[in-house]
């Protein structure tokens, strides 16, 4: 032991991992006779400084735990140490030699809350100082007292590389050299009252070990992206005016290899983006594949908000896939969640031993049905942790969306609770105004980076998809629930009770352009006993096959967009399992291969005819013909494009009945070609219809100057257009 500059109380406190300024004690600094330079290194018997002129320095032992100092004449350099122990000698270079690579200008702009591109500077970056390669890391804590980074690089030891603290906004950051790709990380806090913590993931973490590993990984891309025409289209295009037809995956169970293991991001690229070109689907969207736990909770309680999972490969890896789908001209959108997390020791949850990113009092930080924490959305670094995440997935990855799950959650500080359980705003309401200026915000940074937002949003909340300067939440699109629930109840009914539910079909017409809507049959519909797509039509097997093309083709001929959940398409009868696979046997049979051939033509004709998705979002796309046949189950309408001149007539007949000589009025004379009929054959239908075209008579019906004497095939739905020369 010998004698030094630092008391014993400041030795004590780096040997016993409690400094809180360890770049005031570590590395070098200028003396009154020069230079001390000091190191913390536990394994080792001896230390020497290898200064940057080759001269070796003997420094002396502060602490047998494994301080060394050395007072100098000279600055040594850009010098390494030398570290014998035993009958091992290696050299490392001096992290504490190193300064700070967050500038003042980054401090302030996370202290507003407003750094769009937080991720650049929190996290872990491969990068390069004073010319000496390694990794910056930089986490926010602001309450802890001392915060370290611990790798394999420094035996888990959180005493070695004790991080600098940015006293005006509870940063922490050091630079490691001569670590790289590849390097396993976590961070191990000590609180303010001296406690070490759980050892904590990095919320910046662009990578993970796989389950049930959960270390961070530094990852530095090397992907070359090759879809800047894709993007260039799609910076131009109107998505309301836009045919969107979405296939719904969950990744891991989307189809399995030959060893029964989930696809990875690129056998993805080479099985999923052939499928959804073949059967015509304008995108895919992903269940949260941001880094989570636990695999049974499909990705909806996320602990790594910043990295794909790595079940199914590296960042990298999904790059290519996204890269792959934009090549076919397929979006890409991923479910977010930013509504709640899991309460998992490693991830957020009381982070630098504070409720940091949550709220402290239960009644507003914790959700009592999925048992997960709720970000504090009045916290500027917490909104920005999350601004910062949805930009940087279109930014990063060239996302085309972010489906935003659970905003009702978000919106009611009352939601899913009795009285007495939340907290009222400050005006008294149960609206979370926090929230929802967070989702404002959210949306107006996406739309910015020209990516889509739809909201899975379950109440009558209004202005969803309005724009937020008309005082909208600025979603481009929210999920119509109301006619995803009023659809399937009335088809699950029996043809001879459907007449006492017609409403069902025809009162979402009263709202359906309130909002921009997407019309969901998401995989909510067709899990924990609902039973599948399928399985909820009735009567026989005929009849459930028929009833599914109907439902399909109403859907595709409804206003909004569209979204189908993997195995619906093929008529899959047991409900959707994440532990399993789509029943892809099932297209051996002929009735099963003939539902998918409904849809891949439903699809191609949405995509196809104007008239079908201009007017989606506009309430002069879509006029009734007669909505009032309950007697029948029978309702016609038409769709319009914007320029109103191209048209489509849709009728549809709910009951196996089929009727012959039934009459619609139309608006044009002429011939009228049958572009759908769900009851052809070809779907596994029994064939009837019109023989493929039907001309007008001059006979007023339905306010109409013309009309149509048609026959309605049973539990069928047909498509008409009237002829043209052109």
């Not at 609206?431 to 937002?453: D, K, P, S, W, Y």
């Not at 008309?470 to 399937?488: Q, R, V």
Request: with cysteine.
């Amino acid at each position: 032991m010998n004698s030094s500059s630092l008391d014993p109380s400041q030795i004590q406190s780096i040997v016993h991992g409690q400094c809180s300024e360890p770049f005031a004690l570590l590395g070098t600094h200028q003396s009154k006779t020069g230079y001390v330079v000091r190191t913390f290194q536990p394994k080792a018997s001896s230390c020497n400084i290898v200064g940057g002129n080759g001269d070796i320095h003997a420094m002396k032992l502060l602490d047998e735990a494994g301080l060394f100092e050395a007072t100098l004449s000279e600055h040594p350099g850009n010098y390494e140490y030398e570290i014998k122990n035993n009958e091992h000698v290696w050299q490392v270079k001096d992290a504490y030699l190193f300064g700070s690579a967050i500038g003042e200008l980054d401090q302030h702009l996370f202290g507003e809350g407003t750094h769009q591109q937080l991720y650049q500077i929190l996290g872990s970056h491969l990068t390069s100082m004073n010319g000496v390669v390694g990794v910056h890391f930089g986490v926010w804590a602001p309450n802890a007292k001392r915060v370290s980074v611990i790798g394999e690089f420094n035996d888990w030891d959180g005493r070695v590389h004790a991080m600098r603290k940015h006293p005006g906004t509870g940063i922490w950051d050091i630079f490691v050299p001569d670590i790289g790709n590849g390097t396993l990380y976590k961070y191990e806090i000590v609180s303010d009252t001296g406690a070490v913590l759980p050892l904590k993931n990095d919320p910046y973490a662009p990578y993970f070990e796989q389950p049930p590993g959960n270390a961070s990984i530094v990852f530095d891309s090397q992907f070359i992206w090759s879809d800047d025409k894709y993007l260039e289209a799609r910076a131009s295009a109107k998505p309301t005016e836009q045919p969107m037809s979405i296939y719904e995956v969950h990744a891991g169970s989307w189809r399995l290899n030959l060893h029964g293991q989930p696809l990875t991001y690129r056998e993805l690229a080479e099985t999923l983006i052939p499928y959804l070109v073949e059967n015509n689907f304008t995108h895919v969207e992903l269940m949260p594949i941001t880094e989570h736990p636990f695999t049974g909770s499909w990705g909806y309680q996320p602990i790594g908000l910043y990295a794909p999972t790595s079940r199914f490969g590296s960042p990298d890896d999904f790059r290519y896939f996204v890269d792959c789908c934009h090549r076919e001209h397929i979006g890409v959108i991923m479910d977010w969640v930013p509504a709640h997390f899991p309460t998992d020791e490693h991830g957020l949850g009381l982070f630098d031993g504070t409720h940091l990113y949550e709220h402290a009092d239960p009644r507003q930080g914790f959700h009592q049905d999925w048992e997960t924490l709720i970000y504090n959305y009045g916290r500027r670094e917490v909104a920005n942790y999350l601004y910062s995440n949805a930009v940087y997935w279109i930014r990063e990855f060239h996302l085309d969306g972010l489906r935003v799950d659970a905003v009702a959650s978000m919106l009611y500080l009352d939601y899913s609770r009795e009285e007495g359980q939340w907290i009222p705003n400050k005006h008294g309401g149960r609206e979370n105004l926090e929230a929802i200026a967070f989702l404002q915000r959210m949306n107006e940074l996406v739309h910015a980076e020209g990516g889509l937002t739809l909201a899975e949003e379950s109440t009558s909340y209004p202005g969803v998809s309005r724009p937020t300067s008309e005082d909208g939440l600025g979603f481009t699109f929210k999920w119509n629930m109301g006619w995803m629930h009023d659809t399937l109840e009335y088809m699950s009914k029996d043809s001879a009770y459907r007449k006492y539910h017609h409403n069902e079909l025809t009162f979402g017409l009263m709202y359906a352009f309130s909002e921009n809507f997407l019309l969901p049959i998401s995989h909510d519909e067709v899990v924990y006993g609902k039973g599948s797509l399928f399985n909820k039509m009735p009567g026989d097997q005929w009849q459930k096959f028929a009833n599914l093309r109907a439902c399909f083709a109403h859907m595709f001929t409804y206003p909004g967009k569209k979204l189908t959940f993997m195995g619906s398409e093929i008529a899959q009868p047991a409900e959707w399992s994440h532990d399993g696979s789509i029943e892809w046997d099932l297209l051996q049979q002929d009735a099963n291969k003939k539902m998918l051939a409904l849809v891949r033509d439903l699809n191609n004709l949405y995509r196809s005819q104007p008239s079908l998705y201009e007017g989606d979002c506009r309430a002069d796309g879509f006029e009734w013909i007669d909505c009032d046949d309950a007697e029948q189950s029978v309702i016609s309408f038409y769709r319009y494009a914007i320029n109103r001149k191209d048209s489509t007539i849709v009728v549809c007949n709910f009951t196996p009945v089929p009727r012959h000589e039934y009459r619609i009025g139309v608006n044009e004379p002429g011939q009228y070609i049958e572009i759908l009929n769900t009851d052809s054959e070809y779907y596994g239908g029994s064939g009837i219809g019109n023989g493929g075209r039907v001309a007008s008579e001059a006979t007023e019906f339905h306010n109409r100057p013309h009309s149509l004497m048609l026959t309605l095939p049973p539990l069928g739905v047909i498509a008409l257009r009237l002829h043209s020369e052109k």
